[in-house]
């Protein structure tokens, strides 16, 4: 599956940002996707991931309440809606998929979109 992630670019704290990412070339609902981040300077970390009729979702402990992972499989495309943003909430963001496994487990994911920077400014 090939995966396009957009939605990036500039915005002050406090403000909300939603990111997508656009699937293609497989069966988009036979896949976990997720969201992963990787700061400056920082190892890539998870963020978020839904099963394959978005059913469940799981998130990173630290962003509960303020992510929310999403997916329309009729558009063969997963979100992510982030408020209450911070300046450390600054990286690139990836979208991600795995056939296998399930949403509540952060590892596994083998297709990787190219990512899509944003900044929070304080």
């Known amino acids: 599956v090939q995966l396009q992630a957009f939605g990036g670019g500039s915005v002050q704290a406090g403000g909300s940002l939603r990111l997508s990412c656009a699937a293609s070339g497989r069966t988009f609902s036979n896949y976990v996707m997720g969201w992963f981040r990787q700061a400056p300077g920082k190892e890539r970390e998870f963020v978020a991931s839904?099963?394959?009729?978005?059913?469940?979702?799981y998130y990173a402990d630290s962003l509960k309440g303020r992510f929310t992972i999403s997916r329309d499989n009729a558009k063969s495309t997963v979100y992510l809606q982030m408020d209450s943003l911070k300046p450390e909430d600054t990286a690139v963001y990836y979208c991600a998929a795995k056939s296998d496994g399930y949403a509540t487990n952060p590892l596994g994911f083998d297709s990787w979109g190219q990512g899509t920077q944003f900044t929070v400014s304080s």
């Open positions: 839904i099963s394959r009729i978005g059913g469940t979702t």
